[in-house]
């Protein structure tokens, strides 16, 4: 470890030996063992006689400044909040939607946690705030000491985008960077872990002669079991129904696992994460190409296991990225990978990855010779994926529900399918169990007022958390109007949960239904078509108070429903564009415009 990278200051109480021991040991530590030596050493402390006085003489405040798309920045915010509180600050979570960047002059300890979105882009809660940052309004933050968390998916160009460019500007803005930058992909717990324990240790060094211990601390007892991202829940597929009827071009699941025995609960709007395996076919032809052994050891950050244990349930063994093809090729060593990569084919490059997978690369690529271990190196971790949640737990106690489109498709002579989608499609029979954990959303929600209106558009697998948020506002009684705009292809066959819709419309939990099937008929028709239709009672509903929650496709779908929204408001409000867009703006503000996109 560099000097630049100690996590004690020289200026610390110990001596040169121990202050390279603890350097070397302390951030290796896992979150729960920081608590346990917490409790420890408090322990100690009495056991001295040296116990730590009971109210602290003065808690520096520590503002933890998060944008979050998916909920993990927000989540990992929350977390980082408790852990800082520990070691006596005073720490509150602020998302980037709720503060301006003029407020942040006079924070003299900042940390941030962002996520980068697609190609580059900021959360959808964030894209003011990061804009007035990097702009001329920007206040000068001398006197701030800071650090940066990004989030962010090695398989797209531009990872951790929102980090990096929040890193430079804060500092080009006269801020202190105390804790280096830190970047994560979509295995984040081990960087997180060294990082909020790094920036936290070098914020409570420099703030230490303010901070005094708030209580004195006691071993925990022992907790009881929490499900989650690093411990998921072995959850039983009880049903499994296609909603497609026969003649459909798509393939639609609807999915109830069992949560019983798990204390897992959730909310109308959050995810479920869902750990998935790779399929047996897609392993042995990785094993076939490389001529590996699957029964050979192989070693991982988590331990050791048999290289076909580790391709079909620990790594990515589908995905192909820049990163990717770096590392593989730096074993392969193949001329033609090497051109392919260099930054100056960076459209060729992008071309060849569209469409294929590892299997592809080993193929055209390859080595003259690799080992299981080489091959593993090149894979990151098999990450989860996300579905919104088709349920409402005060509706379906101890369940939880999900619509997922699965991804069947050939290319470049190969016959290709979802990772996850065909898992579950596949290679789980009811009875069996599936690795899941709830991720929240603390962003896409019902109103929170009762009797608000509700629209709600989500073509194809978008109306997932619709029928969450229909079955919780029944559950609840709300007397809010409620609006459902859906699309998909055929009415006939592809009217997904069409009966319940029926129902909820005849029982008049459901005000209004519009539905947008694109091939009925010559010229094609979507859902922002549909809001063009209504424009009046669109805008009407709106002027009443409306939430205009979307979901689905982020590509096109979410954009042509934006621009139908602002031209709506600006035709039916007798508005300008820009005082339609400053309407859009107030409804995001107002937490009224809400999106969940893919």
Not at 245 to 263: N, P, R, V
Not at 334 to 348: H, S, T
Not at 569 to 587: F, M, N, P, R, T
């Amino acid at each position: 470890m560099s000097k630049s990278d100690d996590f004690l200051p020289n200026t610390a109480p110990f001596s040169p030996d121990q202050l390279q021991w603890l350097n070397g040991f302390l951030p290796n530590l896992q979150p729960d063992q920081l608590i346990w030596m917490e409790g420890f050493l408090g322990g100690l402390r009495v056991a001295k006689g040296d116990a730590a006085p009971a109210v602290s003489v003065t808690a520096p405040k520590l503002t933890v400044l998060f944008g979050s798309e998916s909920g993990n920045a927000e989540s990992l915010a929350d977390q980082t909040v408790k852990t800082a509180t520990k070691a006596c600050f005073k720490a509150k979570a602020v998302s980037m939607s709720d503060i301006k960047p003029a407020k942040l002059k006079g924070i003299e300890n900042l940390l941030v946690l962002v996520s980068t979105w697609g190609e580059g882009d900021p959360p959808e809660n964030s894209i003011d705030f990061i804009q007035t940052l990097m702009s001329d309004q920007a206040p000068r933050l001398e006197g701030t000491r800071f650090s940066v968390l990004g989030l962010g998916d090695t398989s797209y160009e531009h990872f951790c985008k929102m980090g990096i460019d929040i890193d430079a500007r804060l500092e080009a803005l006269g801020a202190q960077r105390v804790f280096d930058r830190k970047d994560c992909d979509v295995d984040f717990d081990d960087d997180y872990a060294a990082w909020s324990t790094g920036a936290i240790a070098a914020l409570s060094a420099l703030a230490a002669p303010a901070a005094a211990p708030v209580s004195v601390a006691t071993a925990p007892a022992t907790a009881t079991v929490k499900y989650s991202r690093k411990n998921p829940f072995p959850s039983e597929l009880t049903e499994r129904v296609m909603l497609n009827g026969a003649g459909s071009a798509k393939e639609t699941i609807h999915l109830e696992f069992s949560l019983e025995g798990s204390g897992l609960e959730y909310e109308a709007g959050d995810a479920l994460a869902v750990i998935p395996h790779n399929a047996q076919d897609v392993v042995d032809t990785i094993l076939a190409a490389t001529k590996l052994d699957g029964s050979a050891t192989v070693t991982l950050k988590d331990g050791e296991c048999t290289l076909s244990d580790a391709l079909t349930r620990k790594l990515d063994a589908t995905a192909i990225s820049l990163p990717v093809l770096k590392r593989y090729n730096e074993i392969a060593l193949n001329e033609q990978l090497a051109e392919l990569i260099d930054p100056a084919n960076k459209a060729k490059l992008n071309d060849y990855i569209h469409g294929r997978e590892i299997i592809d690369v080993l193929v055209d690529f390859p080595a003259s010779e690799i080992t299981a271990n080489q091959l593993t190196s090149t894979m990151r971790k098999l990450p989860p994926r996300l579905y919104s949640i088709a349920s409402s737990l005060k509706a379906h106690p101890g369940e939880v529900h999900l619509t997922v489109g699965v991804v069947r498709y050939d290319s470049n002579g190969r016959q290709r399918k979802g990772v996850c989608s065909s898992f579950l499609a596949d290679r789980i029979e009811e009875g069996g169990k599936v690795d899941i954990f709830v991720t929240t959303n603390k962003h896409f929600k019902v109103p929170a007022n009762p009797d608000a209106p509700l629209i709600m558009v989500g073509p194809g697998t978008g109306i997932a958390p619709f029928r969450a948020f229909i079955e919780e506002r029944q559950a609840t009684e709300a007397t809010g109007k409620n609006w459902l705009i859906f699309g998909d292809q055929h009415y006939l066959t592809d009217f997904l949960y069409q009966t319940e819709w029926q129902s909820y419309l005849s029982d008049g939990v459901l005000t209004k239904l519009d539905v947008a099937f694109s091939r009925d008929q010559a010229k094609k028709v979507y859902v922002q078509d549909r809001m063009r239709e209504n424009a009046t009672e669109l805008y009407a509903w709106l002027e009443q108070g409306a939430s205009f929650c979307v979901c689905g496709d982020a590509t096109r779908m979410a954009h042509d429903v934006d621009k139908a929204l602002h031209d709506v408001i600006a035709q039916e409000g007798g508005l300008s564009e820009e005082a339609a867009a400053d309407y859009v703006k107030q409804l995001k503000a107002d937490k009224r415009y809400l999106r969940d996109v893919y």
